[in-house]
């Protein structure tokens, strides 16, 4: 290093010019008499003296008399872990400041926009390790493992995790992963996706992968643009491919309105008798709820023309339950609910029952949802 980025570099370390001046030359030359060290450097030699004393009490030097005031540099023991150490601080600020550049505060921002698939990524690991209620996820079979931790820890809570997962024979690719403890449905995609994250209708995250021409993510807090993001994971991911795992335990617990009335609609126009708990919130005061009740109408957009399950289509407008409880009816919408009573989180199928003996049945009982499943093929 030459010496005036030397200089600099000293001068950075808490040195002024002076000192740092008169120390390099002392490096360079050994010991010399103090008003030798000034006219080799900047310093005048008025203020030698006060500079050499000030690099000895630094431990940088030591001085001595010999007729006249000498002085020589200090092994540089000190000097050298001062320097290290505020070298390894300064990478760990500058480490610390890219960080900081790349990973905005989300949660001061509706939408942010980062530089970096990691950084979208380390975000829905955060978010799924949050999630209260329900998790919708498209990922590499790479993006899945790393997030295969937190996704356990969200099924032991209870949490809804639909996954999707780019790749075929995703079996073996996955061979060390148990998904039953992982997702409560895992679906596979033979054509490469965006990384999406949508959980508890409120956050997303997105990258497109190998789309774009330059990495970048978006990161979302906001219930609207993630109502989108779930619709075009619903419709252009989930809904496109088949199923390779799924949690057929009861309870059956469904997170959107539209599946719930997939499967039942059909039982439901045959006569059977549903019973149902809805865990959501109250649309005009949007605070929490559950309620449990039968269904005594499914309207949406032919709901009397169409024959067999219902399409995304058929659903995507205007979709309402209504629930007896307790003598009293409710209206039940699903997520972006405006004109209904309740806003539905979680529907959880309690009963399906026909009032022909030989055909009643529980949705706890294998019985009953074979009907389902029949009507279903149908």
């Known amino acids: 290093m030459d010496r005036d980025p030397l200089r ?31 006219k080799r450097c900047s310093v005048p030699v008025s203020q ?3 500079v050499l004393r000030a690099l000895e009490r630094m431990d940088y030097i030591e001085t001595f008399d010999q007729d006249k005031l000498h002085a020589r540099p200090r092994e540089p023991i000190t000097v050298l872990r001062e320097l290290r150490s505020r070298s390894e601080l300064m990478n760990s600020a500058a480490d610390a400041i890219e960080d900081r550049w790349e990973q905005p505060a989300v949660s001061d921002h509706k939408v942010s926009v980062v530089k970096h698939e990691e950084t979208v990524v ?7 390790r949050d999630a209260e209620s329900f998790i919708e996820l498209s990922a590499t079979v790479d993006q899945f493992r790393t997030l295969t931790n937190a996704l356990e820890d969200a099924r032991d809570r209870g949490v809804i995790t639909k996954v999707a997962v780019y790749g075929v024979d995703l079996e073996a690719q996955l061979a060390t992963v148990s998904f ?21 209708r409120t956050q997303t995250c997105f990258t497109p992968n190998d789309w774009a021409n330059r990495p970048f993510g978006v990161l979302i807090d906001d219930y609207i643009l993630s109502f989108i993001f779930h619709w075009y994971f619903q419709t252009g991911v989930w809904a496109l491919w088949e199923t390779v795992y799924e ?11 539209e599946e719930f009335v997939q499967d039942v609609a059909p039982l439901w126009r045959d006569g059977a008798n549903v019973a149902v708990t809805v865990d959501g919130t109250w649309a005009d005061t949007n605070d929490a709820c559950e309620i449990t009740g039968i269904v005594t109408d499914i309207e ?8 067999g ?34 806003e539905a989180v979680q529907i959880t199928l309690e009963t399906i029952e026909f009032d022909e003996p030989n055909s009643v049945g529980s949705a706890g009982s294998d019985d009953a949802w074979a009907v389902g499943i029949e009507s279903e093929d149908d």
């Open 247 to 257: 949690d057929t335990d009861p309870p059956y617990t469904y997170m959107t309105l």
């Open 122 to 128: 380390d975000r829905a690991r955060d978010l799924i």
């Open 8 to 38: 600099d570099a000293l001068q950075d370390a808490g040195l002024t010019s002076y000192q740092a001046d008169a120390y390099i030359t002392l490096l360079e030359q050994g010991m010399m008499p103090a008003v030798e060290v000034a």
């Open 309 to 342: 399950r219902p399409s995304f289509e058929e659903l995507a407008g205007f979709l309402q339950l209504t629930l007896a409880v307790d003598g009293d009816l409710y209206s039940v919408g699903g997520w972006g609910t405006v004109y209904e009573d309740i």
């Open 180 to 200: 039953e403890e992982t997702v409560t449905e895992l679906r596979a995609c033979r054509i490469p996706g965006p990384f999406l994250l949508v959980a508890d």
């Open 48 to 50: 030698i003296y006060d």
């Open 300 to 307: 949406y957009p032919g709901v009397y023309r169409s024959e």
